[in-house]
């Protein structure tokens, strides 16, 4: 019978796009007050691949990958996606922009074998978590490369974003040996 294990820290990652540069460097001003130091920020890159958020967010959508220096618990992941929906709420509050919804905020977390992304909807390949939060292993590390499913979310297939990712792969990897060496 196996005995169950604390899962080693993961690295907390967050997706923010919008069409305002400035509601992006809101968002990562949001995350490091709130989480800690941002160790790693992708470029910003076009988010062409659906235009599913054009009707709430306007068109010309930006996205950018940050990776906090904070590792997490990976059951953090409900308590972290309902924090980052009530910031997207804060900030269409501010009334900057004209779109309902001008800042998306996607949290989840890697680990050495894979990344995992919140969500609110539920699907066949996500698992509930509570709080009416769902989980997606959105890409699985495999033979020294990032590889995808058929529902992983167009963008996230991008040699750039699986680049980035495997910086972030490096970096926690490095962390990972310190923790052994301690």
């Keep these: 019978m196996g005995q169950p294990l604390v899962p080693a820290p993961a690295l907390l990652l967050v997706a923010a796009f919008s069409r305002y540069p400035a509601a992006l460097d809101w968002a990562k001003e949001r995350l490091a007050g709130a989480w800690g130091p941002i160790a790693r920020s992708s470029e910003a890159y076009p988010f062409v691949e659906t235009n599913y958020y054009e009707a709430t967010m306007g068109a010309g959508l930006i996205k950018r990958l940050f990776a906090l220096a904070t590792r997490i618990d990976p059951a953090r992941l409900p308590e972290l996606k309902l924090a980052t929906n009530a910031w997207e709420a804060e900030y269409a509050a501010l009334k900057r922009h004209p ?12 680990t050495l074998s894979k990344l995992v992304l919140a969500s609110t909807k539920d699907f066949a390949h996500r698992i509930y978590l509570g709080q009416g939060i769902y989980a997606e292993i959105t890409l699985f590390f495999r033979r020294g490369r990032w590889e995808h499913h058929e ?19 490096d970096d926690l990897r490095h962390f990972v040996r310190e923790d052994h060496a301690a």
């Design 99 to 110: 779109e309902p919804r001008p800042l998306n905020l996607d949290p989840g977390y890697l």
């Design 151 to 169: 529902w992983t979310f167009p963008d996230y297939r991008r040699p750039e974003v699986q680049a980035f990712l495997s910086q972030c792969r």
